[in-house]
């Protein structure tokens, strides 16, 4: 593990992009830009942070631990779904497939917890006992386990919008996706969780939720974006678990925590993070890597810009 005094000397020099201007396309995300071209796409995961829409910051070396984690976790579960990775040229860059995003968002949920308002346990607490269509007993708290993973599918909101939640019937009336490849779909997710689950457990940690952004390349099922990291995974620390508590979060909600202590709540202007706490953040992304990986985590160098084309033209 880098040191307290290794990371808050990192942190005015977290990287911000890279340019690929003859791919002609590029779209940022949250956490990483983006170029199209040549029926691959070049994922550059950059050390940007988003706790709430529209508030970013930097993390660094958070798009290296993010970049490498799926890389491995993509590696550990070929055997259950195919995937969009051509080749990881550099700790920040993945190459991959083009593919078709599906217009539906797989999040599949352990326990009943969250705060936003496509979360589990925001929906109970309005009293709703059929959210996504599974139907809940009564008498559960806040963080309890589910009986058995739950598939919560929304829809995939434009660039500022916002998920809305599905059924699985609604899926299918209206015709989103054709029965067979969700039916597919609901299986791969529901494996990937479980595996998740399992190596989560080996490394002391809770995997209690995360998304699966899934795509079609040449017409069959394939996972996109990153896997079970950080900021696409809740993860709590197995040993602060109690009931009616307040796990330790090894994920980005202890950034979101820290800004509502502030006060804030994504309206306005965010306040500052200070470089110490800045740096503790680095450190738990970084030790998540380490715990899931069992393998030290040895930061790479800024992408080697020339080194990433011959790649892309080579392969």
Not at 274 to 284: E, L, S, T, V
Request: include cysteine; charge should be negative.
């Amino acid at each position: 593990m880098l040191t307290h005094e290794e990371l808050l000397h990192a942190v005015p020099h977290c990287l911000t992009g890279t340019d690929f201007p003859e791919l002609g396309a590029k779209y940022e995300g949250k956490v990483r830009d983006v170029y199209v071209g040549h029926g691959r796409r070049i994922l550059i995961t950059t050390d940007r942070i988003s706790a709430f829409d529209m508030v970013l910051g930097l993390i660094p070396y958070k798009g290296q631990v993010l970049n490498q984690l799926s890389a491995w976790w993509f590696a550990q579960t070929g055997h259950i779904a195919r995937n969009h990775v051509i080749s990881v040229p550099d700790p920040n860059v993945t190459i991959a497939h083009e593919a078709e995003p599906l217009p539906v968002e797989i999040v599949v949920r352990g326990y009943i917890t969250g705060v936003t308002k496509t979360s589990l346990w925001y929906l109970y607490e309005q009293g709703e006992r059929r959210p996504y269509g599974f139907g809940l007993p009564d008498g559960l708290q806040k963080n309890d386990p589910l009986p058995e993973p739950l598939i919560t599918p929304t829809t995939k909101a434009a660039k500022g919008g916002h998920d809305v939640p599905l059924t699985r019937a609604e899926i299918l009336e209206q015709g989103m996706l054709p029965r067979e490849l969700w039916e597919e779909i609901e299986t791969t997710a529901v494996a990937l969780f479980q595996f998740g689950q399992q190596i989560a457990a080996q490394a002391g940690l809770i995997l209690v939720d995360t998304k699966y952004e899934m795509g079609l390349v040449d017409g069959k099922l394939t996972l996109i974006d990153e896997i079970h990291t950080p900021d696409s995974s809740r993860y709590w620390v197995a040993d602060t678990y109690r009931p009616d508590d307040e796990p330790e979060n090894f994920d980005k909600e202890f950034m979101r925590k820290w800004y509502a202590a502030q006060g804030y709540r994504g309206d306005g202007t965010p306040p500052t993070m200070p470089p110490d706490f800045i740096a503790q953040i680095a450190a738990r992304y970084i030790a998540a890597y380490e715990k899931l990986t069992g393998a030290p985590f040895v930061p790479g160098e800024q992408p080697a810009v020339e080194r990433i084309r011959r790649n892309l033209y080579e392969e």
